[in-house]
């Protein structure tokens, strides 16, 4: 059984390029959280999608910004990269009304590095 | 801010149970206490979860004090695998819920 699988696993773009990070989601699971992880600390956060819609958001500006398709995969986009953008970003699947029997599955996460 | 306070660092002996805690004095009672482990360039791993009652599982047990406050993560005989992140969590019931992290406890697991 799959787990939630993440491209690319590694990214280098330029300072204000755009980027796109996706996500397939465990199986059996429809709702997706993605996580930014900066080095040395704990993921923060971005915003969580379920049925195509954003249900909850972090503190991230705009520029961050997602969507959820049909089958549940997801992806999140950046513009204007910034230096400080530069993390490891995380997509978590899990069932929607399950959340508390098992727990979130994350995916291995997207090294992004901006220079 | 992270609802939860855990010492930054740990040592442990390979075979020994690693015993790690959490404080939490704020937790209001329809929250759970969640534990996840982030091995080194990999994503956060569900270990377990509790409301009042200990669990047990085959990863891990888990205590929480009566007045919910703390909690401590055992791991029964570890291993050099084991070397991790370790976060508490804490946890609306039902729904799906953001996580909010710590910086958590860095447990190393020594031959």
């Known amino acids: 059984d799959a787990g939630v699988t993440q491209s690319p696993t590694h990214l280098i773009k330029t300072r204000g390029q755009q980027v796109t990070l996706r996500c397939s989601p465990k199986s059996g699971h429809d709702t997706v959280s993605w996580y930014q992880q900066a080095l040395g600390q704990g993921p923060q956060f971005i915003f969580q999608?379920?049925?195509?819609?954003?249900?909850q958001r972090g503190n991230f500006p705009d520029r961050f910004s997602g969507h959820q398709f049909p089958n549940y995969s997801s992806e999140l986009n950046v513009n204007a990269l910034l230096l400080g953008d530069s993390a490891l970003y995380l997509c978590?699947?899990?069932?929607?009304?399950?959340?508390?029997?098992?727990?979130?599955?994350f995916g291995s996460g997207t090294r992004l590095t901006v220079v | 801010d992270a609802k939860t306070t855990q010492p930054p660092s740990m040592d442990c002996a390979e075979g020994r149970a690693a015993n790690l805690p959490c404080n939490h004095s704020t937790i209001s009672g329809n929250e759970y206490v969640y534990w996840y482990r982030q091995i080194h360039s990999q994503g956060p791993q569900y270990i377990i979860h509790g409301l009042k009652n200990n669990e047990t599982n085959e990863m891990a047990s888990l205590i929480i004090t009566e007045d919910r406050k703390s909690s401590t993560l055992i791991l029964p005989h570890a291993t050099l695998r084991d070397t991790a992140v370790y976060y508490c969590?804490?946890?609306?019931?039902?729904?799906?819920?953001?996580?909010?992290f710590g910086k958590g406890t860095k447990l190393t697991v020594n031959p």
């Open positions: 978590a699947s899990s069932p929607e009304i399950r959340q508390n029997l098992y727990g979130y599955t």
């Open positions: 999608y379920y049925e195509e819609e954003e249900r």
């Open positions: 969590i804490v946890n609306n019931q039902g729904g799906s819920e953001k996580l909010v």
